[in-house]
């Protein structure tokens, strides 16, 4: 068993923190609209993991060893911090570069 | 089906969600491209862990074989598309709600004129008022 895999997506959530708190990129602070994110990606990408678990394209190792059907729950962890650090530096691209437009601005 | 031909399919589905389904167009964004830049860096850092350690192993028949930072390239192309498919759905509902709250602040020029004078079709009721 190993916290490796654990310790190395709370390191991605402590790192991107401070783009939350200090430059304002505002993503945790509009839940609704993370959660409305999260739940498309999380379909597809656990389907997609389970799908490669079963055809025998990867397989873990040292896990801690709670699954959720045959994807083990750091699978599911991954596929939440992945995406929020990922919004995270978009926000905080928006925030540096505000001329450089996104597409979600007022019309 | 192998990884190889998984991955490709992944990244696929992701262009034709920003490009077609969602229309968010991120891909002819300069911002996109610049915090993908930032992603990839950290991406390859964690994914070096993950497969260094041997915490994921990869089945040798169902990928090409070249690696980067013991990864195999594959991991680009499945890493794309998560940040791709990610960051399409935020704009998406990003926008979905910019445009509710524009059209709450000024409505349309139709929506506008409706509410000034009465409907027509309702003329018989609101003389009877």
């Keep these: ?107 | 089906m192998t990884y190889t031909v998984a991955a490709g399919l992944g990244l696929l589905f992701a262009v034709i969600l920003d490009q077609l389904v969602l229309r968010t167009n991120l891909l002819r964004r300069k911002a996109f491209w610049a915090a993908y830049a930032i992603i990839l860096g950290f991406q390859l850092a964690v994914n070096g862990v993950l497969t260094g350690q041997r915490l994921v192993v990869y089945s040798g028949t169902d990928i090409l074989g070249a690696r980067v930072l013991y990864a195999p390239v594959e991991d680009l192309a499945f890493g794309f598309s998560l940040v791709l498919q990610t960051l399409a759905w935020w704009v998406w509902w990003g926008r979905r709600d910019a445009r509710r709250r524009a059209s709450i602040a000024r409505p349309s020029p139709e929506a506008a004129s409706a509410a000034r004078r009465p409907d027509p079709t309702d003329t018989r009721r609101s003389r009877t008022r």
């Design chain 1, 1 to 107: 068993m190993s916290w490796i895999y654990p310790a190395v997506l709370a390191g991605c959530l402590v790192a991107t923190l401070p783009l939350e708190l200090f430059l304002r990129t505002r993503v945790y602070a509009r839940p609704r609209r993370l959660l409305a994110t999260l739940v498309p990606i999380l379909a597809v990408f656990l389907t997609w993991d389970a799908f490669a678990i079963h055809a025998g394209h990867w397989r873990y190792r040292h896990l801690l060893g709670a699954r959720i059907g045959n994807v083990p729950v750091e699978e599911l962890a991954f596929f939440l911090v992945v995406p929020v650090c990922s919004i995270l530096t978009l926000e905080a691209v928006r925030r540096r570069r505000p001329g450089w437009r996104i597409g979600d601005e007022e019309p």
